[in-house]
């Protein structure tokens, strides 16, 4: 039995191949690393062995013959030939390899070289591949959103589950087929023609948004909000794109429904409004008309003593006029803020408006035989207001508050106080002042919706309309109790900032 020479060796280490080289009588004489590694044999314990060690108990029969087969009559079934066969570990554990065998040249008796190579780590590694492919189709199936991939000329390469789902169409149908031709509806696709366009020439790796509709099998059209990236080969070479879209219908849906209940909404609460406008004209007006209806009857009643006292009439003809203007203003107002336009705001002296006023509120302190008190804080700074407005709340506040003082029991004297003062903050406060029987805590808010009243004639519109007119001041109108007893209704504005022209 001659051994290979040193090179032969030298060469045969460096092969990664597992090789076994054995004589005519199936004995090994020489058995390499890459040989080594794959049985667990180590060289020098495997030859000198037979080559049957390596084979399967089938293989081992047929083996003998082959090489007798060969000796006798020079015909070989193997030499020459790869195949795939089993082959054993040293543990006993079976595997493949890819085997091709040989016989060396010039050796008498013959030697032969196997060539061994692992076929189970290119298996395993096609297994492993398949896996990962099995995983990645998973993962796109599983995904919530569409994802579809195209080449650079739109045809689709790649579509998930839930693309196909959204679509209504076999996978086999959409792929290979142009996304924006066959899947988008003819209006949109120059929408998505653009964006498709854009993407490929950016040569950006930024994802890029856009939305469009997608048409299903049935003709529906779902909208879709989509985010799409290049794809590129390993020369960085753009090879189509990736397309992760987001069925957002429900959704416009919802919005759209959403927007048109807020519009309904809107629409009915402004119907309320011009409800509330119209019982509020009534309402402030009654007032002028009955100071108009009291003072012609007191000019009547004047007219026809002997001798007419003519200044007296004079004055409450002055009145009837002054009541006839406030209440074409009042008119004029309320129809401004139905156009919605702009309140006509001036700054002005607090102090002076109230006064200007105590004549009037003084009518209604003597309808109740009460008397109006004025505590005014000197030297306030100007607030920007609408006059007439103004005067209105304060107007609804006195009569209130005579009102509620009427209704008490017993001779408490009836005194309503106006009073203004100047806030730690700098701003100026206006209050009305009474001694009545103030308010239950249950009804603190209340009194301000419209309507709410707790009079046999009230309308319930007096307190609602104030504070409307005080929060369009970018002030509130608020109730606390008076000490030691009675309503405070307040309101605190704004001192007047000079702007420079
Ligand atoms: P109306 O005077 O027509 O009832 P308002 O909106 O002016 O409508 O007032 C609503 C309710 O608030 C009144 O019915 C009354 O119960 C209560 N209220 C208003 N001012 C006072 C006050 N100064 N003292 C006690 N209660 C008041």
Not at 286 to 292: V, Y
Not at 431 to 454: M, R, Y
Request: proline letters at 4%; aromatic letters at 4%.
């Amino acid at each position: 039995m001659s051994s290979p020479t040193p090179d032969v060796l030298a060469l045969l280490e460096a092969t990664l191949d597992a090789v076994v080289i054995m004589d005519d009588r199936g004995r090994v004489l020489a058995f390499n690393a890459s040989a080594e590694e794959m049985f667990g044999y180590r060289a020098a314990d495997a030859i000198g062995r037979n080559v049957s060690m390596l084979m399967t108990s089938q293989d081992r029969q047929e083996h003998d013959g082959h090489v007798k087969r060969y000796l006798t009559t020079g015909e070989s079934r193997v030499l020459g030939k790869g195949r795939d066969v089993r082959v054993r570990h040293r543990d006993g554990s079976e595997f493949s390899v890819f085997l091709s065998v040989g016989r060396i040249p010039r050796t008498d008796p013959p030697q032969f070289v196997g060539y061994l190579h692992d076929t189970s780590l290119r298996r395993k590694a096609l297994a492993t591949l398949e896996k990962e492919r099995q995983l990645n189709r998973l993962y796109l199936d599983l995904a919530q959103v569409m994802l579809v991939a195209t080449d650079r000329n739109g045809m689709v390469q790649l579509v998930n589950q839930r693309a196909v789902r959204v679509l209504k169409k076999k996978d086999q149908e959409i792929l290979s087929s142009n996304w924006i031709d066959t899947c988008v509806p003819p209006e949109d696709r120059p929408t998505a023609r653009a964006a498709f366009r854009n993407l490929l020439m950016s040569g950006s790796d930024e994802p890029q948004s856009c939305e469009y509709h997608v048409r299903s099998a049935d003709g529906e059209d779902r909208f879709v909000t989509w985010r799409a990236v290049a794809l590129r080969d390993a020369d960085n070479v753009t090879t189509g794109i990736m397309l992760s879209g987001e069925d957002i219908t429900e959704q416009q849906r919802a919005e759209t429904e959403a927007r048109r209940a807020v519009e309904r909404m809107n629409s009915v609460s402004r119907l309320a409004t011009m409800g509330e406008m119209a019982a509020g004209i009534s309402h402030e007006l009654n007032q002028p008309l009955a100071a108009i209806a009291n003072y012609a009857q007191a000019c009547a009643r004047l007219l026809r003593v002997p001798s007419p006292d003519l200044p007296e009439i004079g004055g409450a003809l002055d009145q009837i006029a002054g009541q006839a203007l406030r209440a074409g203003e009042i008119i004029r107002r309320i129809r401004s803020l139905v156009r919605n336009e702009d309140v006509r705001r001036e700054p002005l002296d607090i102090n002076g408006l109230i006064r200007e006023m105590h004549a009037l509120l003084a009518t209604d302190a003597r309808v109740h035989d009460g008397r109006l008190d004025l505590d005014l804080h000197e030297d306030l700074p100007p607030v920007t207001v609408d006059k007439v407005q103004i005067q209105q709340v304060l107007m609804n506040l006195v009569h209130n508050a005579f009102e509620a003082q009427s209704v008490q029991p017993g001779s408490e004297p009836i005194d309503v106080r106006i009073a203004t003062r100047l806030t730690d903050e700098g701003d100026i406060e206006v209050s009305v002042n009474d001694h009545g029987p103030g308010l239950a805590a249950d009804l603190e808010q209340k009194i301000f919706e419209p309507f709410f009243t707790t009079k046999a004639t009230g309308t319930g519109l007096g307190l609602a309309i104030s504070r409307s007119i005080i929060k369009a001041h970018a002030s509130r109108l608020g109730y606390r109790a008076n000490e030691p007893r009675g309503a405070c209704f307040y309101f605190v504005l704004p001192a007047h900032v000079e702007t420079a022209s």
